[in-house]
């Protein structure tokens, strides 16, 4: 029998961090609120059970996901209007941050409801706790767009960000994702792969990313789990910028020739090598050839 005082509060939404992997990591707060909340809104109810099934909970779970957000969240008013608690949990990390919630909680706070955060795991905390980067600040983006105009363009407005930029990224679009940010980048820019995170394949490479894509390729597990990518704060000075025009020329030019004539025209308009470009575009034709695991 779980001794403990604590009782989830009535008309009270608690949005409750849970495990990205290692289910030990769930804190004890957020076990209080599970264990006594009346309803658990759950993305995945099937996700979810598994986590309460494995700490003896016996919660009444319904589904609230980015599909019924909105019906989700008139039918959690109601409850905590009628004086029912609710905790709010996503399949694994903080809810409302690159996961459902986020107009769930809106829409709670808008009829004057009161909304309690329960504090825990985040992927994004986690991966930049262990990259051993110094800096004071960081951008988050989340997943980048599925699409590679769009995801190149999202790339190039943090080309020049001075402060670690964070990914979210799935296992089946690592590589093209990758070879986006090498041809829009340069291979100089680092980057840092977070994969896996407290799972028992975890693991966390740095290198640049003229290397990374045969990093990936090195092992076909290196491409599987969810990532995190880091990447790195822009260097600073000119010959950095003109060393990424070159490359955004570069990446243009290939979309109609060959390799060898894209990269002779691109050194003829921007004054960069021609071997250099050349070597670049040999690399990216390699990313865009390789295949999915």
Known sequence: MHANPFVAEASTLY?????????????LRALDVLRTANIVAAEDTRHTRRLLDHYGIAAKLVA????????????VIEWLRAG??????????????????????????????????????????????????????FLFRGFLPAKSE??????????????????YEAPHRVRETLADLLA????????????????????????TLGEVIGWIEADPNHARGEFVLILHAAPLGDADAKAREALRVLDVLMRELPASQA?????????????DLYEAALRLTQAARSPET
């Open 184 to 207: 829009v980048l340069g291979p100089e820019r680092r980057i840092t792969l977070a994969r896996e995170l407290t799972k028992v394949f975890e693991s966390i490479h740095e290198c």
């Open 15 to 27: 949005v409750v961090a849970t495990p990205i992997g290692n289910l030990r990591d769930v804190t």
């Open 263 to 275: 990269a002779k025209l691109a050194a003829q308009i921007t004054g960069a090598r021609r071997n």
């Open 84 to 137: 029912q608690s609710v905790a709010l949990v996503t399949d694994a990390g903080t809810p409302a941050v690159s996961d459902p919630g986020a107009g769930l909680v809106r829409e709670v706070r808008s009829a004057g409801c009161r909304v309690v955060p329960i504090p825990g795991p985040s992927a994004l905390v986690t991966a930049l706790s262990a990259a051993g980067i110094e800096s004071t600040a």
């Open 64 to 75: 609230a996901h980015e599909h019924n957000e909105r019906a989700a969240a008139a039918r």
């Open 150 to 167: 769009s995801r190149r363009e999202a790339i190039e407005a943090h080309a020049n960000v001075d402060a670690p930029v964070l990914y």
